[in-house]
């Protein structure tokens, strides 16, 4: 016993039958919203302790220690408190018995640990057991690229289209293919998810000097172009052969999105124009050579040069060409249905209508 009363480490330990050897986490109750800890491994949550810190990255939805337990537990958990060995459910516990006790909190099994960083990783390692999912355990690197496309794209539409909900739902998609990659690496023996994790968070901090270093930049374009020759001195350390300043563009980039990259890195080596007046006037150029393009290949060509020009416009409006004609297309389908909607409203055959009869009815849509 302590001098203020409370159970030293030991007794604890000893009142929950743990070993230390075997793995445990201890934190008072008010600094659970601030402290890392793993579901996985038993948790001794001692009383009251010192005034709260700010939430641990990644908590600031959480207020409360109680709130950030629910976060990571299911509700029926059964917390021990160890004055009593009384068993009480998460769902049942205020967060004043919380604080007031000393709590043993038994760890989660890997498919009920759903809340924390580990136990993604623990499931993935599961599906790809011997007695794992078949269809896990037959993918590979290239078998997935279909589906981290498909799981951006979909996290895309919900940034723009849905609720918080369905974004989380999105990113933890998004994320699953970020694991199993890393998962088959793993076991290849080449990295793991601590390379993943260390790879980035390294890079980001090497990056950004003028965050975490005392380099001063000048705004946003000081931004970009200290990070552009950061870049290029990692790739001449790292032994990497030098493909040029645009060799490093992915050349999986759908074709709007690599020429913003490619517009925006020549921009930072001073490959740009004065003024906005001339890219509209090389806008209006391309479009004219466009015009009188006389074969298939030179019409090719020309269109290529005109949607580079639009791309570049596009930057320098400081607008996203891939978001504008995604919503172009999104804007012309809602159009069309609404003049649907209007047509069967009216009685009207759409389909047997002249194409000015259904000029009429989208310019009215278009109207409204």
Not at 232 to 248: L, N, P, Q, V
Not at 341 to 365: F, M, Y
Request: one cysteine or more; charged letters at 25%.
């Amino acid at each position: 016993m302590t001098a203020d009363g409370s159970r030293g480490v030991d007794e604890l330990l000893a009142a929950a039958a743990i070993d230390a050897a075997d793995g445990v986490q201890l934190v008072a109750a008010t600094r659970l919203p601030s402290v890392p800890f793993d579901p996985s491994l038993p948790l001794l949550v001692l009383r009251g302790g010192p005034t709260a810190a700010p939430p641990l990255p990644g908590r600031h939805a959480r207020s409360g220690p109680l709130a950030v337990l629910r976060s990571l537990y299911p509700p029926t958990h059964g917390l021990e408190r160890l004055g009593d060995h009384a068993v009480l459910p998460l769902d049942t516990l205020d967060e004043e018995a919380l604080i007031e006790g000393d709590w043993l909190i038994p760890p989660l099994e890997p498919e009920d640990n759903l809340g924390s960083p580990h136990g993604m990783a623990a499931i993935s390692a599961r599906l790809r057991a011997p007695d794992g999912c078949p269809w896990d355990r037959k993918q590979t690197h290239l078998t997935l690229r279909p589906y981290l496309l498909e799981e951006a794209y979909e996290t895309i539409d919900a940034i723009e289209n849905g609720s918080p909900a369905d974004l989380a739902e999105e990113l933890g998609d998004l994320l699953l293919q970020v694991i199993l990659h890393a998962q088959f690496a793993a076991e290849a023996g080449e990295f793991d998810l601590t390379d993943v994790y260390r790879s980035i968070a390294a890079k980001i901090v090497r990056r950004h000097p003028h965050v975490f270093g005392d380099v001063e930049v000048d705004g946003v374009a000081g931004v970009a172009s200290n990070w552009e020759a950061i870049k290029a001195g990692e790739r001449a350390t790292g032994g990497k052969e030098h493909e040029g300043a645009f060799g490093s563009v992915a050349r999986a980039l759908p074709a709007l999105a690599g020429s913003r990259e490619i517009q925006e890195r020549a921009s930072t080596l001073g490959w740009d124009w004065d003024a906005i007046t001339g890219v509209w006037e090389k806008v209006d150029e391309e479009i004219t050579e466009l015009r009188i393009a006389e074969t298939d290949d030179e019409r090719l060509h020309e269109l290529g040069d005109v949607l580079f020009a639009l791309v570049n416009l596009a930057r320098w409006m400081k607008l996203d060409p891939e978001e504008a004609l995604r919503t172009a297309n999104q804007r012309w389908v809602a159009r069309y249905r609404s003049v649907e909607r209007l047509a069967g409203e009216r009685g009207i055959d759409l389909e047997a209508l002249s194409l000015a009869e259904k000029d009429l009815l989208w310019d009215e849509v278009k109207a409204r």
